[in-house]
């Protein structure tokens, strides 16, 4: 009865979300189930669209491990787009204008200016919090607006190549900069994929099982207890957002070096914010968070076929991600509110 | 009085003004005790839906007046639908009012632009200037309060309204203390979730007719991406700027609006030293400065250095301290 209820409870956002969705297509005049199934092999038809899901799936779930780093300790870290973006800017600026380097060097010089800089935000952040009293949601937005300002600014200004190029994009980054592919028929990093797989173990383990994790937990639940017990509070704070700041950066080096071969305005895509979604959605659990990040990442790979093949415009998936998250979390509210007596006087009974 | 100042001054009023509507319904919710973050998405769904709604009504043959307050009208209830959501899940479902609204902004972004992809660079029905009779001859300040569109006279009536409401009157100290202190008043017979849920749709309502005063009236029609992103985040901004008062929100809001004003100037005129799109960060360091100035620490830091005679009221003047129990539930 009660496995039955859960299934029950877990199923209804979920088809509530793709009707209201369906909905909504048909509202724009296009067929439904079409789409889907143009999004489906978008995503799972051939192992390159499966490789561009996988492409997603990386900077996504680097940047949502990071969340549940920051959403452990408290904090609303909506500045993690702009973490990705500086991570991508600073590693581009390796990328084009560091010389003479042989190439796993010239890679792992990028990936080191671009988790530095993306812990040096996260860590400004927690500086704006705690020294100046400027809460996380208003910096993170103002920093994430300053930083796509900068990057707009470097790729239609310093960084033009001399002989002219174009204002939408640097140039591309020399071979030797480029992260090697797993084949030409599955383009993405294996190196990438490795160190996204070790983020995800090296961020559970630090999570359940060191003192860290708990002081960060402590945090978390009641910061003033936590700071009377001996917590140092501001160091937890600081922490989870370089730590946040740094993964989200090496997210933002995979979109440039693997993805893009150059740096583009917007070049984060919104997946920062996607990643605050989906950390919401695995309720703060590190172990859940990757998987519900490949379903949001196949929805991302699927709607780019969708907007070529069917002219819709790619806005679709943030609205089928937003609806999937808004329905899980105001059902959980239904479910504690009007059947959680139910369920309880089942147990007593059996 | 010159008169080129006089213009940029009225653009000011006026380029101010959905940011002034729009974080006054923000200040009513939040004395109220209830966090609405959906305000930039919400207002890209509501002037999404305020322009389709007003033009698809013109194209049916109705009068333009009929038009526009029809689009008014969908856009302050698509604000007040966003509102309801998060009003339910913050407090009657009891979920996190940040998590709802974070949802909310993003989802209803995408919506506008999924919604609206087919109505994108198309001229519709706007608003037109209408100067107040008599007031609009007032010397100096007629030409820059009183030649606008309807959508400034009502953010003047709305901030009388707000304040003499919140200050002036029972209601109000009810209003503000179930945002302050929602046991005391709910001890004292009022309905502390009853008047949260009206004052948070009251408030999305208001930020709805806000997202109006931009496609029917400020920047006309609808863009992909819109040209208010950001704004709603601005306007979360300078509530807490202006300390949840409406004067000093509206002044919060004309602040902004002037310095974005001479952004555009100095990009206008190409000769300013430096590259004209590091002026787009003016908006954003701008943010950060105010609510740095007006978080206590530097405040006190700087209140010091005053005498000490008028310390007092410069600190009630410039402090900006949030309604106590904002963003907390209430369970009586």
């Known amino acids: 009865m009660r496995a039955w209820r859960d299934f029950v409870f877990g199923l209804l956002p979920i088809s509530f979300s793709l009707l209201v969705t369906a909905l909504l297509i048909v509202l724009v005049g296009k067929d439904p189930l079409e789409v889907a199934r143009v999004l489906w092999s978008g995503a799972f038809g051939t192992s390159e669209t499966l490789a561009s899901v996988v492409n997603f799936w990386i900077p996504l779930t680097l940047a949502a491990l990071g969340l549940v780093v920051t959403f452990r300790a408290g904090l609303w870290n909506i500045g993690v787009e702009g973490q990705i973006m500086i991570g991508a800017v600073a590693a581009s600026g390796v990328a084009l204008y560091v010389k003479g380097l042989p190439s796993p060097l010239l890679i792992g010089l990028s990936m ?233 006087s089942i147990e007593e009974k059996v | 009085m010159d008169s080129v100042l006089q213009n940029t001054l009225n653009t000011v009023v006026s380029n101010a003004t959905p940011l002034v509507i729009a974080a006054l319904g923000e200040t009513i919710t939040e004395r109220a005790g209830v966090i609405n973050l959906s305000l930039d998405g919400s207002l890209a769904l509501s002037a999404m839906v305020g322009f389709v709604a007003a033009y698809a009504a013109q194209r049916s043959g109705v009068s333009a007046p009929v038009a526009l307050a029809l689009g008014v ?148 029609g609808w863009a992909n991406p819109p040209s208010m992103r950001g704004d709603g985040w601005i306007a979360l901004a300078i509530v807490i700027f202006g300390g949840w008062h409406p004067f000093r929100v509206l002044l919060g809001a004309y602040l902004f609006a002037a310095l974005r004003a001479f952004a555009s100037a100095a990009q206008r005129s190409g000769d300013v030293g430096i590259p004209l799109v590091l002026l787009n960060a003016i908006p954003w360091l701008a943010m950060i400065l105010t609510l740095v100035f007006v978080s206590s620490g530097v405040l006190e830091r700087l209140l010091r250095v005053l005498p000490r005679a008028v310390q007092n009221r410069a600190r009630a003047l410039l402090r900006s301290d949030p309604p106590a129990a904002l963003g907390t539930r209430f369970e009586p």
Request: proline share 6%.
């Open chain 1, 112 to 344: 080191a200016a671009a988790v530095m800089a993306g812990a040096l935000l996260g860590a400004l952040i927690g500086f704006l919090k705690l020294r100046l009293g400027v809460n996380e949601i208003f910096g993170g937005v103002a920093l994430n607006a300053l930083v796509n300002v900068a990057s707009i600014y470097l790729i239609s200004g310093p960084w033009q190549p001399a002989e002219g190029g174009s204002a939408q994009a640097t140039s591309p980054f020399p071979m030797d900069a480029r992260l090697p592919l797993i084949s030409p028929i599955f383009p993405t990093s294996l190196l990438m994929l490795v160190l996204t797989v070790l983020a995800i173990g090296l961020i559970i383990r630090l999570l359940s099982g060191t003192r860290w994790g708990l002081q960060l937990k402590a945090v978390g639940k009641n910061p003033r207890s936590a700071l009377l017990l001996g917590v140092p509070t501001g160091r937890s704070v600081f922490s989870a957002l370089a730590l946040c700041g740094l993964l989200a950066g090496l997210g933002g080096a995979h979109r440039v070096l693997d993805t893009y071969y150059s740096l583009r305005p917007l070049v984060s895509g919104g997946i920062g914010f996607l990643a605050l979604l989906v950390v919401l959605l695995a309720a703060m659990r590190a172990l859940w968070a990757p998987l519900i990040a490949f379903v949001f990442a196949a929805i991302l790979g699927g709607t780019t076929r969708v907007r070529i093949r069917l002219q819709l415009d790619p806005s679709l998936a943030g609205v089928l991600q937003g609806l999937i998250v808004l329905t899980v979390v105001l059902f959980q509210g239904i479910r504690e509110r009007y059947f959680a007596h139910h369920d309880e």
């Open chain 2, 73 to 220: 009208t969908s856009a302050a209830l698509i604000g007040a639908l966003m509102a309801l959501i998060i009003a339910w899940g913050g407090i009657t479902l009891r979920r996190d009012q940040v998590a709802v609204g974070f949802i909310l902004t993003l989802l209803a972004a995408d919506l506008a632009q999924f919604l609206g992809q087919d109505y994108t660079r198309i001229p519709g029905p706007t608003f037109p200037t209408v100067p107040v009779p008599f007031l609009v001859d007032l010397p100096v300040v007629g030409p820059i309060l009183f030649r606008h569109s309807l959508f400034v006279y009502f953010s003047y009536v709305l901030l009388i309204v707000c304040w003499w409401w919140l200050f002036r009157t029972q209601g109000g100290l009810a209003h503000r203390a179930i945002g302050e202190r929602p046991a005391s008043a709910y001890a004292r017979g009022v309905d502390v979730n009853g008047l949260r849920y009206l004052y948070t749709i009251l408030g999305g309502a208001l930020v709805g007719v806000a997202g109006a005063a931009f496609s029917l009236n400020l920047k006309p």
